[in-house]
Each structure stands twice: as C-alpha cells, then as structure tokens.
C-alpha cells in the first residue's frame, strides 16, 4: 500500500521550520503586548455568511476559495479564509462596542483557502495579526505599520529586506467617483477581460484591478488618490508625513487595492523582493465601515494580517540562524546503571526547567547497546552524550561526550549535570 500524504496545499512543520514558525509568532505576540493588544482566539470555522458579508460577495477569496461545508444540522460553514471576520463578530457578540470601545486584539492561527499552491502559497496556512477598534485617526493607521515593522524586526529580518506600500482607497464618499471613472475605463476594454471580470465590472469594478489575470495589465488604470475627498486626503497626507517622521522605508502604492472589500481609507502591504510571486508577508487596512455593515454601531478599525508562512520564507533566504534546544543524550550500559541514568536524565531535566537556553535530555532504552543507543543519539541530533558505564559507577563518575568535537572526560556523578550546564554555558549559542 502507498504511503498516506497531507492533501495538497497542506504541510507538515517540524524541526527547523517549526521552530521558526514558533519564533515569528512569539516575537509578533510580544510586540502586540507592547502596543497595547490582548490576544483573542476565534474559531477555525464560522457561519459562512459572515465571510460572505465581511469580506464580500464577488472578492476571489468568497467566490472561488473558501472552504465550505454542511455540518449534521445542515448548518452552511466555512474555515475562516482570513482572521478579521471573526475578530469583528468577536467583539459584537461580547459587546465591546459598548463595555470597551476602544479596543485592541491581536491573534495567531491558520487559515484555509482554496487557491493553486506555489512556492509561499498554500491552502493551510498561518496568519498573524491584530486588529485596532475604535480609533479612526491617522496616527492609528500609522501606528499599525510601525508595529509591523517592529514585528518583522523582533522576528529577527535585517533592515531593509521588507518595504511598505501604501495607498488610500476613499471612503463611502469619494469611492463613487472613482469607481465611475474605473468603470468609464475598463469598459471599452471589457471584451479582452476574463469572465469574472466581465460581471465584477458591473457590480464591484475594483475587484478587476485585484484579478490575477486581468489585473497587471491594467497599468494605466485610474488611481484612487487622484479621486479621494478633502477628508480622505488629509487623512492619507498626514499618515504619510508620519510614516516619513518614523523613518518607514514605505513607498507610495498607487495600483494597491487589495483582495477583501471591507477596506476604507488606508491599505497597506508589506513584501520582500526576491521572494518570487509570493512576496507578500503581510497586509492590511483601516475599515471603518465593517463593524456596522455586521450590525454594530459606527466604528472605525484599521489592522493587518502577517502571513507566518511567508515570513518564515523571508527570514530563511536572509540566512537567519535559529537555534534548537541544546540536546544531551544519556547512555548506559552494564548492571545497575539503568538506575543512575534515569535520575541523572530526571536532575538534568530540573536543572533545565530554570535555564534561559532550552535544553533537551533523552535517555537511551535500558538493555540496548551501547552502538544502538549513540546511533539513536546521533539520530536525534545530540552534542553531548553522558555515559553511564557500569566500571565509571563504581567510581561514581560519568563520561562527558562531546559528540561533534569527538572529544570526552570523565566528571564525577555528583556534578554531572553542573558539568554539563557549565559546558553548555561556555559554548557560543549556535
Ligand atoms: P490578506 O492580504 O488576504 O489580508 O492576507 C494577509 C497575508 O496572509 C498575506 O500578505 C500573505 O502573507 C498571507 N497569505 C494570504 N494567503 C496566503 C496563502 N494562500 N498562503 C500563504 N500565505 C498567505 C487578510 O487576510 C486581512 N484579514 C488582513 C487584515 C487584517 N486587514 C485588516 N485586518
């Protein structure tokens, strides 16, 4: 029989990799904690009409991407493709509009979508990302980008290896006219375009800009900020002239109008040239209009999303080291020596509970030689190696291995595990 595999666009994470993914998400955490966010868990997956109303009928994510399923009940839902949606139900549902308006909630997660995996792009995949309630300022959209920069710096990527494109899509107000002047546009080019972009053109005609078809060749297109009203372009002229202050390394985005219709005003997007297609790491917006169009009062929000998976990518062609635990193998062989590993292994194990650098301990299988045990030791990626051998015992010593310089002494039992931290302490972290 074959070999099962995890269905396409999905993947296993472990070793390295994991250890990165788990580094992005506890720096990012930390960050959010520093400007004032509190974590929030959603479901994986919600009533499908949320995402239909939060993210928008003829957006490619609702029409061709999401997950979609029956429940027992006969209850349509979907795996959330994004994190915005359940945030805003979130904070309706427990009435923060009303107890604190004003609100900040960060998550961490994966998200589903259906789309054609590539290099960066997969169908699980894992977003960080918060979201900023009730504030409906310049300085709160400016704000979310320096955490993002500061995110993407706690994480460890060099300065310079990200740039932020910014843009303002308008509001309610000022959104008609340029919608009218996109659709003035793209009509006598109607035939050459695809036929989701043929009907997007009649009912939302910037979802056309976003198509991965039609979209790039559309460089002549009108652009939002030559339509914004007197209050939207001051609002993107001082968000700006914040940006500039803080020293962000941004760049005007004048073709950026993002793949999701709940966004108002500023959009934004961070990428790493050299990734490929997929150079995205993270995005976002303000969106002042969703916590009403969801049945909740007015409120402004702005926020973004980091996709972990991509960061990851970023931080690996940068050559960014990380580190695993320092792992240290206890072997044993000859009578009454499966006794002495076995504390040994348990100390070792305390002593590393209160150190800053993780530390790892496994204990060979009592009865196995001696050439099996530093094979699974090897196997599993050890440097040290302390032998309990049956002559060394009766001495009340042990053997201290170093496995990748090949050299060993003997320590006495007492100071083992001191002697294996003390070694630790002087190596340089890797
Ligand atoms: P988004 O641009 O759809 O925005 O996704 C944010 C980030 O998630 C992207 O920049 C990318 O790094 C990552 N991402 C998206 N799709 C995939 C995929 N198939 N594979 C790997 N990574 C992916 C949102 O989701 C909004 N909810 C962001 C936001 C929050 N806006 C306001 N608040």
């Not at 169908?123 to 980008?145: C, I, K, M, V, W």
């Not at 966004?263 to 490929?276: K, N």
């Not at 929000?301 to 996709?307: H, Y």
Request: charged share 25%.
């Amino acid at each position: 029989m074959s070999r099962p595999a995890a269905p396409r666009g999905t993947r296993d994470l472990f070793g390295d990799e994991v250890r990165l993914f788990r580094r992005i998400e506890e720096r990012a955490a930390d960050c959010f904690r520093l400007y004032g966010y509190e974590e929030l868990r959603t479901p994986v997956f919600e009533n499908v009409d949320l995402f239909r109303r939060a993210v928008g009928d003829t957006t490619d994510i609702v029409e061709k991407e999401m997950y979609v399923f029956e429940d027992r009940g006969g209850r349509p839902l979907a795996l959330r493709p994004e994190g915005t949606a359940g945030v805003v139900r979130a904070y309706l549902e427990h009435a923060w509009d009303q107890s604190a308006p004003v609100k900040k909630l960060f998550y961490s997660g994966p998200m589903f979508r259906a789309e054609r995996p590539q290099a960066g792009r997969y169908r699980e995949f894992r977003q960080t990302g918060g979201e900023f309630f009730g504030n409906a300022s310049p300085e709160a959209d400016a704000e979310t980008l320096l955490l993002m920069r500061d995110i993407l710096a706690a994480a460890g990527l060099p300065k310079g290896a990200a740039t932020f494109g910014v843009n303002s899509l308008g509001c309610a107000e000022c959104r008609p006219a340029f919608r009218d002047a996109l659709r003035a546009y793209l009509e006598p080019k109607k035939a050459g375009l695809c036929e989701n972009c043929q009907r997007r053109l009649v009912v939302n005609p910037l979802r056309v800009l976003d198509c991965k078809g039609d979209g790039p060749a559309l460089a002549d297109a009108p652009v939002t900020t030559d339509h914004l009203c007197a209050d939207c372009r001051a609002h993107h002229g001082r968000v700006l002239e914040l940006l500039r202050a803080a020293g962000l390394p941004f760049a005007p985005a004048p073709r950026l109008v993002r793949g999701l219709d709940y966004y108002t005003r500023t959009v934004f997007e961070v990428t790493a040239p050299g990734l490929g297609a997929q150079d995205a790491l993270g995005a976002g917006g303000r969106y002042d209009g969703l916590v009403k169009a969801l049945g909740g009062p007015d409120t402004p929000a702005v926020g973004f999303a980091f996709g972990v998976d991509r960061v990851a990518r970023a931080l690996e062609a940068q050559n960014v080291p990380v580190s695993g635990p320092r792992r240290v193998f206890i072997a044993q062989t000859g009578a009454g020596t499966a006794d002495a590993a076995f504390r040994l292994a348990d100390e070792l194990r305390g002593e590393g509970l209160w150190e800053a650098a993780p530390l790892a301990v496994e204990v060979g299988a009592p009865g196995k030689s001696l050439k099996s045990q530093f094979r699974a030791a090897d196997g599993w990626g050890a440097a040290w190696v302390l032998l309990v051998g049956e002559d060394e015992l009766k001495k009340q010593t042990v053997i201290l291995k170093d496995l990748r310089a090949g050299a060993q002494r003997e320590v006495p039992l007492a100071r083992a595990a001191a002697a294996v931290l003390e070694t630790i302490a002087a190596e340089k972290p890797s």
